[in-house]
């Protein structure tokens, strides 16, 4: 059951189709769209944002956690707030995740880790520690979060009889580079500019010569220009303020901390991917909407690029296509 999006008018304006109501289907690319691309392909790499959010706790937009899938490898990046919810509503079991990559360690990042990780281990039954890759601080995080839950962990062991290794995790620190190599999957860890947090990641994901990239929480970066460069798919944070917003204003510094409509317009211009999505949405004060975070990019970008939404998902084969995934 899916939505079919016809794409017209420069790959800008679409027209809808209701064929069933499993997924919204757009194809960019050279488009070819037609049945075939409904199907999961193997030799794809599919994206779906499972939380395109901040800090804030609302319904529509969950905190940051992406899911990619390729080949035999199901990574998460990030797990915010309801990022387990997510991944059920999407039917992906929490033992199947791979290796957890996390962008720095702002809450909003990480607070659904220890659901992960623990859930994962008492309703999945996880059997195996969980791979956690991470920013300098990772371990410290980890050891910590271990201690905070050890009581848990005992009753889990000793009185529901989880198999103990299940409640481990493999911590590796990261550095500039490729972190992950199995399976034919690629993941490359890169420096953005979220000072003072420092450091903090993107990642670009390779996989059967095609590639993502995220680009976590950054201004302006020259060096994700650089790693995101023949992407096929560029999935970028923004902060959207209005022109009036003054430096006194106490959200003014959040601004500074992020990506403007115009300066990512500029990122895209620069890495020209197959398609461009926004990610981790940022409105400054909540007084500006999808609409103008839209048009503040078009009036700088003429490319294909869409505004993300949880549950968005994104087959990258020969061409990008998009779904949205309809559940209740
Ligand atoms: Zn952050
Ligand atoms: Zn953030």
Redesign the pocket.
């Known amino acids: 059951m899916y939505i079919y999006i016809e794409l017209v008018n420069n790959m800008r304006q679409v027209s809808i189709t209701i064929i069933s109501s499993l997924f919204v289907f757009v194809c960019f690319g050279q488009p070819k769209a037609n049945k075939d691309n409904v199907r999961v392909n193997a030799s794809s790499i599919n994206v779906t944002l499972l939380g395109t959010g901040t800090p804030q706790p609302v319904m529509e937009r969950f905190g940051?956690s992406t899911l990619v899938q390729a080949g035999s490898e199901t990574l998460l990046f990030d797990a915010g707030r309801g990022c387990l919810q997510r991944l059920r509503q999407i039917n992906v079991s929490y033992d199947k995740i791979t290796g957890l990559f996390l962008?720095?360690l702002?809450s909003?990042?990480i607070v659904g880790l220890p659901d992960l990780w623990l859930t994962g281990w008492l309703v999945s039954r996880r059997l195996i520690p969980l791979n956690v890759f991470g920013p300098t601080g990772t371990e410290e995080l980890m050891d910590h979060l271990r201690k905070a839950f050890a009581f848990d962990i005992r009753m889990r062991v000793e009185d529901d009889k989880r198999v103990e290794n299940g409640s481990k995790f493999l911590v590796k620190e990261i550095e500039e580079g490729i972190i992950y190599e199995k399976n034919g999957v690629k993941v490359i860890a890169f420096l953005v500019d979220?000072y003072p947090?420092v450091p903090?990641f993107g990642y670009r994901i390779e996989y059967n010569g095609h590639s993502v990239v995220l680009s976590?929480?950054t201004r302006y970066s020259e060096n994700l220009i650089k790693f995101a460069k023949g992407a096929d798919l560029l999935i970028h944070e923004v902060a959207i303020a209005p022109d009036t917003l003054s430096k006194s204003d106490p959200q003014y510094n959040i601004l500074m901390?992020?990506t403007t409509p115009e300066e990512a317009a500029k990122v895209f211009n620069e890495v020209q991917p197959k398609l461009a999505a926004y990610s981790?949405i940022v409105k400054i004060h909540g007084l500006l909407s999808d609409e103008d975070l839209r048009k503040r990019t078009e009036a700088n970008y003429s490319g294909p690029f869409i505004v993300g939404e949880d549950l968005m998902s994104f087959s990258i084969g020969d061409t990008v296509s998009i779904k949205k995934w309809q559940v209740k």
């Open positions: 940051a962008t720095h702002h909003d990042h979220h947090v903090a976590g929480d901390h992020h981790h």
